[in-house]
T-cell receptor, first 113, second 113 residues
Framework: KQEVTQIPAALSVPEGENLVLNCSFT??????LQWFRQDPGKGLTSLLL?????REQTSGRLNASLDKSSGRSTLYIAASQPGDSATYLC????????????FGKGTMLLVSP | EAQVTQNPRYLITVTGKKLTVTCSQN?????MSWYRQDPGLGLRQIYY???????DKGDVPEGYKVSRKEKRNFPLILESPSPNQTSLYFC????????????FGSGTRLTVV
């Protein structure tokens, strides 16, 4: 059964720092991997989707990489801002892709002004 | 605007009183899912649906029912709610055309007393 782990569980940084969030998964035969952002008590907002055949995806200040063979993904946030404060969730879907998303427990990020 | 709409956003009910949480999507997605989110346990899948009249159990289906009579709607039914079903519930949808990138609703916070 797929398991997803996110490290660290919490992270506090000053504004302007570049940072990396880590995600690892136990079964490398994934269909895709998706990074989400969740604000307290709110829904999940999709940030980036990486297909199993891709190595990375970029959106603005965010860059997500995928190393399927080692079961790892990283989310890189450049020039962090207080508005980036949220919980970041990594989720993988196994083939065929539509049935189940397996989530990590998230990294709670606090960016201080 | 493409979205998944859940209602109600907040609900307090008593043990044993049947309730339905509605979910509707306007993106013509084939695939829909329900998740619950609990502190320390993360997000876990309750049920999913691959299309009209096709549903299957996720990781934690006990105490829940679903139906998919129309493509856009996927209600979650608690026939006899219990306090251990107090949780934050999310509905999500995806499609092959989006490479199974999931869109989530804003969540329903349910309290069973």
């Amino acid at each position: 059964k797929q398991e997803v782990t996110q490290i660290p569980a919490a992270l506090s940084v000053p504004e302007g720092e570049n940072l990396v969030l880590n995600c690892s998964f136990t079964d490398s035969a994934i269909y895709n991997l998706q990074w989400f952002r969740q604000d307290p008590g709110k829904g999940l907002t999709s940030l980036l989707l990486i297909q199993s055949s891709q190595r990375e995806q970029t959106s603005g200040r965010l860059n997500a990489s995928l190393d399927k063979s080692s079961g790892r993904s990283t989310l890189y946030i450049a020039a962090s801002q207080p508005g980036d404060s949220a919980t970041y969730l990594c989720a993988v879907s196994d083939p065929p892709g539509y049935s189940t998303l397996t989530f990590g427990k998230g990294t709670m990020l606090l960016v201080s002004p | 605007e493409a979205q998944v709409t859940q209602n109600p956003r907040y609900l307090i009910t008593v043990t044993g009183k049947k309730l339905t949480v509605t979910c509707s999507q306007n993106m013509n997605h084939e695939y829909m899912s329900w998740y619950r989110q609990d502190p320390g346990l993360g997000l876990r899948q309750i049920y999913y649906s691959m299309n009209v009249e096709v549903t299957d159990k996720g990781d934690v289906p006990e105490g829940y029912k679903v139906s998919r009579k129309e493509k856009r709607n996927f209600p979650l039914i608690l026939e006899s709610p219990s306090p251990n079903q107090t949780s934050l519930y999310f509905c999500a949808s995806s499609a092959l055309e989006t490479r199974f990138s999931y869109t989530f609703g804003s969540g329903t916070r349910l309290t069973v007393v």
